[in-house]
């Protein structure tokens, strides 16, 4: 029998909380907006109630096709707010992939930028019943206006969903363990973990500290960083994409000491031409996956900057490893956080010998930790065996201590840019 889920605050009331504590702190910079906790507030409020009057209801799929920016957050936090699920797609996405995951979303409104109306409005021509939003200025005739919805909209607390911690929360879609595109569907119990677990185990930054991140908010990675320095009161700094000859010029500028990153930046940053001002940057901690071997201490020496590799994916939400209290140590990716059991499993069915390497296997100790399925085949997905032990698909080793080791996928794929 299954034990009953740890008693959660909602996130939403988390993040109200914030709000009334931190009120006129700068929360978050975005490309097109400066916003304090309470007009971060003020924005999500409007957005919900515009959502509300085209439609949207507790447990309505909104989806975004957004860059990182105001939209984007305030759709993303709007859903919090009313009990909706948020859908964010990938914002290079068009034509045939699009339309693909447009019907597949299942969404009642999509909240898109300017610049992407035009590729959100012929991949959507066969979705029947869906509101699309324009950000942005130049909104093509056809089309309504988010900006105007909002200013025409109240910023009076929306009505707050029933509690309910196995609810339906966000709906990712990414590669999964085959290759194929599917929609990894987070309960709100799994979203509040997430959110809360990053900013106390990956990002640990102080109040009024900045966290920095150029990684796109349609990604758990970025998601996680921005809400888990929401809630410890941090300022959360936010670019459109990576630019390495202005990354550190960047990170001194904004004042961060954190931030995540993918092992390709890493890569990127160290192929430059050392200066002899590398090091002198305000950052104390980076955290991400896949960095390059050889360039763990290169990196530190270099730049001053502690990487702490980690593992985790868009399916296990919450169920991630590293280094917890320990110093990182180059080459692994620490150990599973307290919210699971692992096993390394070899190709005979039988758990593998340490050093050896196998595929991961995780199964949370609790009910809605990790994702509830995929959104075509829910639980029964063949990924999770009939008694709950999710197949990662990930090859990993297990040293002495308990320590993890990545050495790649099962299953053949190519990743570029953090994407499979």
């Given at each position: 029998m299954q034990a009953a889920p740890t008693t959660l605050r909602p996130l939403s009331e988390r993040l109200d909380a914030a709000v009334a504590e931190y009120r006129d702190q700068e929360c978050l910079v975005l490309p097109d907006a400066t916003l304090s906790y309470r007009e971060v507030d003020r924005l999500a409020n409007a957005t919900a109630n515009a959502l509300l009057e085209r439609g949207a209801r507790e447990g309505s799929v909104v989806m975004t096709l957004c860059q990182n920016g105001a939209a984007l957050v305030g759709t993303w936090f709007a859903c919090m707010k009313i009990g909706a699920v948020f859908a964010p797609l990938n914002a290079s996405l068009s034509g045939d992939p699009l339309a693909h995951l447009l019907?597949?979303?299942?969404?009642?409104v999509l909240v898109c930028d300017a610049a992407l109306a035009s590729a959100a409005r012929a991949a959507s021509r066969d979705v029947s019943n869906l509101t699309v939003l324009v950000a942005g200025r130049s909104v093509p005739a056809g089309?309504?206006?988010l900006d105007q919805a909002i200013a025409a909209a109240g910023i009076e607390p929306p009505p707050s969903p029933p509690a309910d911690l196995a609810a339906p929360a966000r709906l990712m879609f990414t590669s999964g363990t085959t290759g194929e595109c599917k929609g990894v569907l987070w309960s709100r119990n799994a979203e509040t973990l997430h959110a809360v677990c990053y900013g106390d185990e990956l990002v640990r930054i102080a109040c009024g500290e900045t966290a920095y991140t150029c990684l796109p908010l349609f990604h758990v990675t970025a998601q996680g960083t921005l809400l888990g320095t929401i809630l410890r009161g941090g300022r959360m700094v936010v670019d459109r994409g990576f630019e390495p000859l202005r990354f550190w010029a960047r990170t001194r500028a904004v004042d961060a000491v954190f931030f995540p990153y993918v092992g390709t930046m890493i890569s990127?940053?160290?192929?430059?031409?050392?200066?002899?001002t590398d090091a002198d940057n305000?950052?104390?901690r980076a955290m991400g996956s896949a960095t390059p071997a050889g360039l763990w201490e290169a990196f530190d020496r270099r730049f001053?900057?502690?990487l702490e590799d980690v593992w985790g994916q868009t399916e296990t939400a919450s169920c991630w490893t590293c280094s917890g209290a320990r110093s990182p140590v180059p080459g692994t990716v620490g150990v599973p956080c307290d919210r699971f059991e692992a096993r390394v499993m070899g190709a005979g069915g039988?758990?593998?010998a340490p050093g050896e390497t196998?595929?991961?296997w995780i199964r949370p100790f609790e009910p809605h930790v990790i994702f509830e399925g995929y959104s075509d085949s829910g639980t029964s997905a063949p990924d999770v065996t009939g008694?709950?032990?999710?197949r990662t698909g990930d090859l990993l080793s297990r040293h002495a201590g308990g320590t993890l080791s990545f050495h790649g996928r099962l299953r053949e794929a190519i990743r570029r840019r953090g994407e499979t």
């Open positions: 019907s597949r979303a299942g969404g009642h089309l309504d206006s990127t940053l160290m192929s430059r031409a050392p200066r002899r305000p950052v104390r001053g900057v502690t039988t758990e593998a196998g595929e991961l008694d709950g032990w999710y």
